[in-house]
């Protein structure tokens, strides 16, 4: 098993920024076979949806709705990957999870709230 452990949520104003991060530990099979880490986030009412994905190799992939406000980094020798979130709007409001794919199977975070309001 791999457990996902979130960190950095909170309250923002509009315009303001927020870095979540989130470290993965246990199995280290599993751990070494990570394919991708990423962030989704769950609205009030919405579907859970991607916000970005890193993978072991080519370039992180954005929802439309987040590039050029987001960034994803991965450091792979601490089993972290970071969201940095700049320019946040209300619709950003949402609980964010941590995900990660390795060896064919999906983890999750627990969550993390973000909240964008003035």
């Known amino acids: 098993q791999v457990q996902l452990v979130e960190s950095g949520g909170g309250l923002v104003q509009p315009g303001g920024s927020l870095r979540l991060s989130c470290a993965a530990s246990?199995?280290?099979?599993?751990?070494?076979?990570?394919?991708?880490m990423g962030w989704y986030r769950q609205a009030p009412g919405k579907q859970r949806e991607s916000v970005a994905i890193i993978t072991r190799v080519g370039a992180p992939n954005y929802a439309d709705s987040v590039k050029g406000r987001f960034t994803v980094t991965r450091v792979s020798s601490k089993n972290t990957v970071y969201l940095q979130m700049n320019n946040l709007k209300p619709e950003d409001t949402a609980v964010y999870y941590c995900h990660i794919m390795s060896a064919g199977l999906s983890f999750w975070g627990q969550g993390t709230q973000v909240t964008v309001s003035s």
């Open positions: 246990g199995n280290i099979f599993n751990l070494n076979a990570i394919n991708s």
